[in-house]
């Protein structure tokens, strides 16, 4: 077997990305891929499965990035307000959260943008769902302490996830809109000043 040179998958993953983003996933070419990069169809074939696999190679691990970056957020604040009887309140700045995570988004804004543009957006779909999972998660834990206090309470589960959804849903669209990270770190602040108080709102708590 032929041994690997150093660099190659590199400048795939380089080349692949510059090839989606100006051509789309339906019509990149492995071959031109693997022109750019200076080398074969075949060494990209010994590398990934397919043109998925080589999609999937640059998209995974920034997506799988932000859910860890959430998941780490989501647990340092619900450990510190387990058992709260109040509506919980950040301890550390809540914009201070998302601002970091906008800016995860922005070091991150051409993989993000192929994630949301190509394979019908599947992979972006996916990391929606999944973070809204984490905080539906954490939202549930929290209502079911107040269940005596909320009526139609399965009913609310519902509107709790959908809302969390459209939060996360949100938070991109300075990434589809094309805005400055200075523009985009005012719109998260807004952002988040106007679901907080739309949570409070719910009158989760008397």
């Not at 996933?25 to 397919?50: C, G, H, L, M, W």
């Not at 995974?60 to 919980?88: C, N, R």
């Not at 999972?133 to 954490?138: E, K, R, T």
């Not at 959908?162 to 849903?169: I, K, N, P, W």
Request: net charge negative; charged share 25%; hydrophobic share 40%.
């Amino acid at each position: 077997m032929p041994k690997r040179i150093i660099g190659v998958s590199a400048r795939l993953l380089d080349c692949a990305k510059e090839e989606f983003l100006e051509k789309g996933f339906q019509n990149a070419s492995i071959r031109e891929i693997a022109k750019k990069a200076d080398t074969s169809p075949r060494a990209v074939y010994t590398r990934f499965p397919n043109k998925e696999g080589l999609f999937d190679a640059i998209v995974e691990p920034v997506v799988d990035g932000f859910i860890d970056l959430y998941q780490k957020f989501g647990d340092t604040f619900w450990s510190e307000h387990k058992g709260a009887m109040s509506v919980p309140h950040f301890s550390a700045d809540p914009n201070a959260v998302y601002i970091e995570m906008m800016d995860y988004i922005y070091d991150h804004a051409d993989t993000f943008k192929l994630a949301m543009g190509c394979l019908e957006g599947s992979r972006y779909v996916a990391m929606i769902e999944k973070v809204t999972s984490i905080n539906s998660g954490f939202l549930e834990q929290f209502a079911e302490m107040r269940k005596e206090n909320i009526g139609n309470f399965d009913v609310m589960l519902k509107v709790l996830h959908m809302l969390t959804h459209s939060f996360y849903t949100a938070l991109f669209e300075p990434i589809r809109h094309d805005m400055s990270r200075e523009d985009a770190r005012f719109y998260v602040i807004k952002l988040c000043n106007f679901f907080v108080c739309g949570i409070q709102g719910l009158n989760l708590v008397q």
